[in-house]
């Protein structure tokens, strides 16, 4: 019999505020999500605090009484890191730390943490590595009270740069290595692209943890690794799809997420080439996410930012298994009906009506309604390959004929 693996879990709080630009259910829902990425970089949850603000403090992110409570708790129940919901200034790291006495982590500290954890490819490693400095930089003064003292000694007089100017020296030339090494590694991706002829490219875009990896596992019968994790998948994978005689070239890229790392966006922009260069891109959307719309909206801004939204999309609901709506007692005259009492009709009757037969619905571990969905990416791709060799039209039939 195996023995049970027993993960040791490093203790961790959560931060949070409303304000006014984020009330209770948001700064909640933001807390979720960031208890889901402290799981998946190997952290345990013990309290989460949140605190009602104007606007963050800008010396201690919250307010000093709150950081008082904060400090009790991290002392009495010995916490290794204490998590911040947003990006905190070098300052507010510094001024935190001396405090609590403890590791201090933010938002975007926390994503990168992941991203090294599952970068795979020296591409995906580089790409992390550079982010991680170009976070790094501003944050060395207080991360390390050596560099602040003044070199000395034998050998050492002349110019008088301090550790600190040194360090610094040596994370710029290390980001331009860096730099250098990823448009290195961009020229030959440019040229592998160039080299897979004229099949029809689709991408497989949305939100963390959605399914996309899964779904390409369905209809490509391929192994991508899939797991119920954030960014589970980091390193771009194109596979070749035959749906009825019409191979096109099927790509899963990595999930977005709320409040991208600025870092991470820059450092990813080429190997979101793959979704710049698509000529389809199926948006993957978790339906059963009670805030589904709010990462819909998080995707299209980030291709808004890599300026790839004007291409043709189609929607795919994708875990309609999971899908649960709340239920509303016949008698209770009280409760008005909300967005999460509606059922996955209710919603093809909402906005969903507008894309107009350009998306479906369906589960990927559930192989539920795949053949519509193959139909559909059929006809579309059968379309833009059409657009692109009309003297094939006769090649390729409409999918019931092909079927």
Same mark, same amino acid.
């Given at each position: 019999?195996?023995?049970?693996?027993?993960?040791?879990?490093?203790?961790?709080?959560?931060?949070?505020?409303?304000?006014?630009?984020?009330?209770?259910?948001?700064?909640?829902?933001?807390?979720?999500?960031?208890?889901? $990425?402290?799981?998946?970089?190997?952290?345990?949850?013990?309290?989460?605090?949140?605190?009602?603000?104007?606007?963050?403090?800008?010396?201690?992110?919250?307010?000093?009484?709150?950081?008082?409570? =904060?400090?009790? /708790?991290?002392?009495?129940?010995?916490?290794?890191?204490?998590? /911040?919901?947003?990006?905190?200034?070098? @300052?507010?790291?510094?001024?935190?730390?001396?405090? $609590?006495?403890?590791?201090? #982590?933010?938002?975007?500290?926390? #994503?990168?943490?992941?991203?090294?954890?599952?970068?795979?490819? !020296?591409?995906?490693?580089?790409?992390?590595?550079?982010?991680?400095?170009?976070?790094?930089?501003?944050?060395?003064?207080?991360?390390?009270?050596?560099?602040?003292?003044?070199?000395?000694?034998?050998?050492?007089?002349?110019?008088?740069?301090?550790?600190?100017?040194?360090?610094?020296?040596?994370?710029?030339?290390?980001?331009?290595?860096?730099?250098?090494?990823?448009?290195? #590694?961009?020229?030959?991706?440019?040229?592998?692209?160039?080299?897979?002829?004229?099949?029809?490219?689709?991408?497989?875009?949305?939100?963390?943890?959605?399914?996309? !990896?899964?779904?390409?596992?369905?209809?490509?019968?391929?192994?991508?690794?899939?797991?119920?994790?954030?960014?589970?998948?980091?390193?771009? &994978?194109?596979?070749?799809?035959?749906?009825?005689?019409?191979?096109?070239?099927?790509?899963?890229?990595?999930?977005?997420?709320?409040? $991208?790392?600025?870092?991470?966006?820059?450092? /990813?922009?080429?190997?979101?080439?793959?979704?710049?260069?698509?000529?389809?891109?199926?948006?993957?959307?978790?339906?059963?996410?009670?805030?589904?719309?709010?990462?819909?909206?998080? =995707?299209?801004?980030?291709?808004?930012?890599?300026?790839?939204?004007?291409?043709?999309?189609?929607? =795919?609901?994708?875990?309609?298994? @999971?899908?649960?709506?709340?239920?509303?007692?016949?008698?209770?005259?009280?409760?008005?009906? &909300?967005?999460?009492?509606?059922?996955?009709?209710?919603?093809?009757?909402?906005?969903?009506?507008?894309?107009?037969?350009?998306?479906?619905?369906? !589960?990927?571990?559930?192989?539920?309604?795949?053949?519509?969905?193959?139909?559909?990416?059929?006809?579309?791709?059968?379309?833009?390959?059409?657009?692109?060799?009309?003297?094939?039209? /006769? $090649?390729?039939?409409?999918?019931?004929?092909?079927?």
């Amino acid at each position: 019999m195996l023995e049970k693996l027993e993960i040791d879990y490093e203790k961790a709080i959560l931060i949070g505020l409303i304000t006014q630009n984020q009330d209770e259910d948001k700064a909640i829902e933001y807390l979720d999500e960031l208890e889901f $990425l402290t799981y998946t970089a190997g952290g345990e949850v013990l309290k989460r605090f949140m605190q009602k603000m104007q606007k963050p403090n800008p010396k201690t992110f919250i307010g000093t009484g709150k950081l008082e409570e =904060v400090r009790k /708790f991290v002392e009495e129940n010995e916490i290794g890191a204490t998590i /911040f919901d947003d990006e905190l200034s070098p @300052a507010q790291q510094k001024n935190i730390e001396k405090i $609590l006495k403890c590791k201090i #982590i933010d938002r975007t500290n926390l #994503i990168l943490d992941i991203f090294a954890q599952r970068a795979q490819t !020296s591409y995906a490693t580089t790409q992390v590595e550079l982010a991680q400095y170009e976070y790094l930089l501003p944050r060395l003064a207080g991360m390390w009270t050596h560099l602040e003292r003044q070199r000395g000694g034998i050998g050492m007089r002349g110019p008088g740069e301090t550790e600190i100017e040194t360090d610094r020296r040596i994370v710029r030339d290390r980001i331009a290595l860096l730099k250098e090494k990823l448009k290195t #590694i961009d020229k030959q991706m440019a040229v592998q692209r160039g080299n897979r002829g004229a099949l029809v490219r689709v991408a497989l875009v949305g939100y963390t943890n959605v399914g996309k !990896s899964t779904l390409m596992n369905a209809i490509s019968k391929s192994e991508v690794f899939a797991e119920n994790k954030l960014f589970a998948t980091l390193d771009t &994978t194109v596979r070749k799809v035959v749906i009825g005689n019409l191979p096109f070239l099927l790509t899963d890229t990595v999930g977005f997420i709320r409040k $991208l790392p600025t870092q991470l966006v820059e450092s /990813f922009k080429s190997t979101l080439d793959e979704v710049r260069e698509a000529d389809l891109l199926l948006h993957v959307v978790d339906i059963s996410h009670p805030n589904f719309e709010d990462h819909i909206h998080s =995707v299209h801004q980030t291709l808004d930012e890599i300026d790839g939204r004007d291409k043709p999309i189609l929607m =795919v609901f994708n875990k309609v298994d @999971a899908y649960q709506p709340e239920t509303i007692d016949e008698d209770d005259l009280v409760t008005e009906k &909300t967005d999460a009492h509606k059922t996955l009709e209710d919603w093809k009757n909402t906005w969903m009506n507008r894309v107009n037969g350009e998306a479906v619905f369906i !589960s990927a571990t559930e192989k539920t309604n795949l053949e519509e969905f193959r139909k559909k990416v059929y006809e579309k791709v059968r379309e833009l390959h059409i657009q692109r060799f009309p003297y094939n039209n /006769f $090649l390729y039939p409409d999918y019931s004929e092909e079927m």
